[in-house]
């Protein structure tokens, strides 16, 4: 199991429940390909862009740490990319601190 941080730009007007929904359906689909969520929170709410993803000029920003065997990964960007909830979505792998 690799370690990974994955921000999400998530669409600016979406209601309380939504963003309940969304954030709910981003943990279980890291779930559901053999993952586990360590923690994640809304890291900034409505920032402007720097230029307009999907017509939108702001968006909320998501921020995700868990772990998942690195085949997983694909299929989770594939997943996250259909939702149209979600403008961007960056998965990267941390640097080991020695």
Do not use: C, H
Request: aromatic content about 10%.
């Amino acid at each position: 199991m690799n370690k990974y941080e994955a921000m999400f730009i998530i669409k600016p007007d979406l209601s309380e429940d939504d963003r309940k929904a969304l954030f709910a359906g981003i943990q279980e689909a890291v779930v559901k390909n053999n993952g586990a969520v360590v923690n994640a929170a809304v890291w900034a709410e409505k920032r402007k862009l720097v230029f307009p993803i999907k017509k939108q000029q702001e968006g909320v920003y998501y921020l995700a740490n868990f772990t998942a065997p690195s085949e997983a990964i694909t299929k989770l960007k594939y997943a996250f990319k259909l939702n149209e909830l979600i403008l961007r979505v960056l998965i990267l792998r941390p640097e080991e601190k020695a």
